[in-house]
Structure formats: structure tokens, C-alpha cells
């Protein structure tokens, strides 16, 4: 059996499509500053999990940074300060 026709029914039994997973793949690539600057249109489906593994990583490094930077930032400030900070942080 081929490895495609393996694929096709892994995917038929979870409900989703060839096409469908073309498309979404498709999508997360649109998604992807690393991939979407390239002049190529062709990169793999693998390659474009690989890169959102990637991107998802350093979005979650960015986060801790600015969390951090924010805990310093309160901890510095005098108490109206850091209450004007975190009454911005609620409205959002």
C-alpha cells in the first residue's frame, strides 16, 4: 500500500480531507513571516510545521520577555504608577 493511500485514509477516519489539510497548511503558511517572505511558493507541508513549531517557540520567548520586563517595570514603579499599569493590563 502506498504511503499516500496510508495517508488518505488516516485522514478519512479523522474526518478531514486531502484538501482540507491542503488548505490549512496553505493557511498557517500565509501565517508565517519565515515562510511568507520567501520568493518560493513551493515548500513542503513537514516544512511548514516545522516553521510554526518554531514560530509558536519564540512567540512564547516574547511572551516570558514582556512578562518579565513588566514584573521588573511594576516593581520599580511607586504604587500609582503600577495601579495605572495594571488598570491598562485589566481593560484589555
Same mark, same amino acid.
Given at each position: 500500500m502506498s504511503s499516500r493511500r496510508s495517508r488518505s485514509r488516516q485522514s478519512g477516519s479523522s474526518g478531514i480531507s486531502?484538501?482540507?489539510?491542503?488548505?490549512? =497548511?496553505s493557511k498557517l503558511q500565509q501565517l508565517l513571516p519565515e515562510i511568507?517572505? $520567501?520568493?518560493? /511558493?513551493?515548500? #513542503?507541508?513537514?516544512? =511548514?510545521?516545522?516553521?510554526?513549531?518554531?514560530?509558536?517557540?519564540?512567540?512564547? $520567548?516574547?511572551? /516570558?520577555?514582556? #512578562?518579565?520586563?513588566?514584573?521588573?517595570?511594576?516593581?520599580?514603579?511607586d504604587s500609582a504608577q503600577a495601579a495605572v499599569i495594571r488598570n491598562l493590563l485589566m481593560q484589555q
Open positions: 486531502d484538501d482540507q489539510i491542503i488548505d490549512l =497548511v511568507r517572505n $520567501r520568493r518560493s /511558493d513551493t515548500v #513542503s507541508a513537514a516544512k =511548514v510545521l516545522q516553521e510554526t513549531c518554531n514560530y509558536i517557540r519564540s512567540l512564547h $520567548r516574547e511572551v /516570558d520577555d514582556l #512578562s518579565e520586563r513588566l514584573s521588573e517595570l511594576l516593581a520599580n514603579s
